[in-house]
């Protein structure tokens, strides 16, 4: 049972540890010094991570369902756990909470930090915060999926447990898929970089923001994010990443194929980039006609590039949108439970899953009227199957009781209900920031308890693996033979 999981969980730390000589060496290079904490912290993962794979070493068959929920739960709660010991040594007046609860930020995308002067931190640790959201946004298991037949192992169950949602089959291989998903990944990523230095951005700034970017992470190089930059080509370049992290990678290796066109994730796209010009084009006009300080063209520039953020739920600002007022706040909320697409980096309920749902709830009202009419659940010409709907309705169940969870645990601890309801969904949805003084985009995480950051570190993987895939675990039924 926990053999093959803890060979294939040694594999993913050992791909981790190996990353961390990344950081090490920016660290070395530009301080001068013969050693660096992430030396340590690469030798502890790789200790670890080898000791693993070596001591539970066999070949395998199979991965039952069973072992595959359990795999992707305890690597990336391995995985978060070992991002955090960098963080601690680097600054040993940091909680355990805060580098937890940055680790796990960084590794599941979601943006939100407890740093409240990111322009002073070490740039080994800011490549280290990128470095885990390029980790993230592709997915370390991902990596893993593309090299296991080095295992032994076909890796479909744990390609299904990562992306939940839809278990299309579009080509014969999980590993030609996987495969060419890193290159996909890897070619936006350079993409994006070359964009942002011919911008004007610094080599080591377009680095990182091409990582947190593609990725829909959202960790920058600097306390005011990308506003700091003031720089409307930087911006228009970041828009484009984030957009294009937020469309199924699968669909840019079919795109150009004919027989996948017809297809749900081909389907996804152009409802994806028409919600997102709606609630642009809404934002632009509410906020130049409300808001005297902003023409209609700098209404267009802030609210296109923050709505894009968070909506794909990266989390970049250029501005504080909480001084717009009350409304912004309200809108914000809803652009983050809105999400990118299935397949994509991005987070929260998805494209695809509210595109069922709209469709359920449009063949609901007619039956009302027509009740012995019979009505298809489609999205475009295709059909949706009974049990996608049902695990659509399933997911977005849990999903908003584990918010209403999440803001109860948060507001124990003494914060107010707005700020707590705001930090579980900025975390659950990997969007990253809230609303209000504390969480929202000028403030940090940091004046959390230890108690809720744990919450909502607990929050943010919870989100990242799509909710079910953490919760089952839980479950007495899961652990009956």
């Avoid at 081909?266 to 902003?294: C, D, H, M, R």
């Amino acid at each position: 049972m926990w053999q093959p999981i803890f060979m294939i969980s040694g594999y993913f730390i050992s791909i981790l540890g190996i990353a961390m000589l990344i950081p090490a060496a920016i660290d070395i290079y530009y301080t001068s010094q013969t050693w660096s904490p992430f030396l340590t912290s690469s030798i502890i993962s790789l200790f670890i991570g080898i000791s693993l794979y070596l001591g539970n070493h066999l070949k395998i068959e199979k991965i039952s369902i069973r072992q595959a929920y359990l795999l992707t739960g305890f690597s990336w709660f391995m995985l978060s756990f070992l991002s955090a010991v960098p963080f601690l040594l680097y600054n040993q007046n940091l909680s355990w909470a805060d580098a937890f609860f940055e680790a796990v930020s960084g590794i599941t995308t979601t943006g939100a930090t407890i740093f409240t002067d990111v322009d002073n931190l070490p740039k080994s640790i800011l490549a280290w915060r990128s470095l885990l959201n390029g980790l993230g946004g592709v997915g370390i298991v991902i990596f893993a999926v593309a090299l296991l037949p080095f295992l032994g192992i076909g890796g479909m169950e744990i390609f299904q447990r990562e992306n939940s949602d839809l278990n299309e089959k579009l080509m014969p291989k999980i590993n030609y898929i996987a495969k060419r998903i890193i290159y996909v990944y890897i070619a936006l990523l350079i993409l994006t970089y070359l964009g942002l230095y011919f911008s004007g951005m610094g080599k080591f700034d377009a680095v990182n923001h091409a990582l947190s970017s593609v990725s829909t992470g959202g960790f920058s190089t600097k306390t005011a994010s990308v506003g700091y930059f003031n720089n409307l080509s930087v911006e228009i370049v970041l828009i484009l990443a984030m957009i294009a992290g937020s469309l199924p990678l699968t669909w840019y290796l079919t795109i150009f194929k004919p027989q996948f066109k017809n297809s749900f994730r081909s389907a996804q796209v152009p409802f994806f980039l028409k919600t997102l010009f709606i609630y642009i084009l809404g934002t632009t006009l509410w906020l130049s006609y409300t808001n005297e300080n902003y023409s209609f063209f700098q209404a267009l520039r802030v609210s296109a590039f923050n709505v894009v953020s968070i909506t794909t739920d990266t989390g970049f600002t250029s501005t504080d949108y909480m001084l717009w007022g009350a409304f912004a706040q309200t809108i914000f909320l809803i652009f983050a439970l809105t999400g990118g697409c299935s397949g994509s980096t991005s987070g929260s309920v998805k494209t695809f899953r509210w595109q069922v749902i709209f469709a359920f709830l449009r063949k609901s009202i007619i039956n009302l009227t027509e009740p012995s009419r019979i009505i298809p659940v489609k999205i475009k010409n295709l059909m949706v199957d009974n049990k996608i709907i049902y695990s659509v309705f399933i997911f977005v169940s849990f999903f908003a009781l584990s918010i209403v969870v999440l803001t109860v645990l948060i507001a124990i601890t003494g914060i107010d209900l707005t700020t707590a309801f705001s930090a579980s969904i900025g975390c659950i949805t990997n969007a990253g920031p809230g609303v209000g003084k504390i969480v929202g985009p000028a403030g940090s995480f940091a004046p959390l308890t230890d108690f809720a950051k744990y919450v909502c570190s607990f929050g943010m993987i919870l989100g990242r693996l799509e909710v079910m895939t953490i919760l089952v675990i839980f479950t007495k039924n899961f652990w009956k033979k």
